[in-house]
């Protein structure tokens, strides 16, 4: 099927030709055919009017835990330890399988209502986590969690993680992965056996590193090195692999993370809720690092606008470097599409508005104040993208062609009744953890 989205403001993301300030996109099949002003790109099949709206890439999530909106404002200010051990973990303890596909898929929900189309996991429960984005329409990259402890799912996390990826290998939008939790949680025995396995099996590993000072100190303690040095000595680096957080990592481990290629991805408002610390992005660009935002779960963020992670931490660079010119939103812009595309290995169909690449992407409305006024230049439109803009802003988001929010209406499931679950559940669940 062909049609075209007409008259539309567009960033691209493509470095060749960056914006059009009224454009066609002619859409076959779920692909991008062509794009450009209507003189040199005139309309085919049926034609949907986005006239004077703004186009964008869709939105890639590098780092994400689905079912966690399940605690969404659960131990809030507390201490990041007194957090995990008074609120999550015994939260988490009470989590069935059936509350994590419901809480998934309300996730899924609030991340295609801020713009985002691409979603990058780890948690247990992976295979109810797939079948909610299978619903959703969006895309996802799901780390497998695995611990060295038993998880409520399973006594093997790690064979449920090879289980789960021999079942989604093939997806169409789904790309299943390895996602030990930490260095800090985690073994080198285990991190090893995922290095070799993700190398048998051709996929990427999603894991943290150097999220506290309190790992830093532990990993020193057990094993005289850092967490990068040790995953290092693992081999995990020789496959490609998604590193979330990076706060605390030193100038060698930069120079590992160049070395492999290894993705950096950042998520600032995590950060500072929990006090961890603040990322420095500036020399992981600086050495030619892959980077991306996440906004980490929404226990911890609360919300999933992945617009404000990328503006607080463009503006975090900004005054810790007391360089207002450092870190320009054409580089926040990239790092919530094209690097991060690159990051989980689909830098050639996602993250660009071009022929050949697929039609995710999402589309803004000037119906609140804060849209107003644009001007119609590269550089405006993505300073007003990153610095003026946030989800409510958002009107639109398509996956492979498909709409899957169209005038603010989710199109692929019921919203409203998913919402209600999703309530009585985190409300049992908070009751039986003697957490109201
Ligand atoms: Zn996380």
Known sequence: MTYTLSGCRVITGNEQCPYYPAANIVIKDGIIKKIGPAEICPAEGEQISLRGKLVAPGLINCHHHLPSVLYRDLGSDLPLMDWLQQAMWPAQAHMTGEDAYCAALLSCAEQIQNGITTTVDQYYYADCNARAVKRSGMRAVIGATVFDHPSPESKDTLQTAVDFIEKYRHD???TPCFGPHAPYTESPRTYRRIAALAA???VMVHTHIGETRGEIDCIREKYGTTSTQLLEETGLFENRVIAAHNIYLS???IDIFAKYQVGAVF????NLKLASGI???APFIKAGIPTAFGTDGAESNNALDLLQDAKIGLLLQKTMHRDAALMPAEQGLAMLTAEAADIIGMAHCLGRLMPG???DLVVFDDAFANAVPHHATAAQETAHLLYSLSGKNVQSTMVAGKWLMYERQIRTFDYPAVARQVQQRAAR???DAGLL
């Open 357 to 359: 690449y697929q039609a």
């Open 429 to 431: 669940i908070a009751a």
């Open 267 to 270: 998520c600032p408002v995590s």
């Open 172 to 174: 169409e939008r789904i």
């Open 279 to 281: 990322p420095d992005i």
């Open 251 to 253: 100038p060698q481990d």
């Open 200 to 202: 048998e099996m051709g």
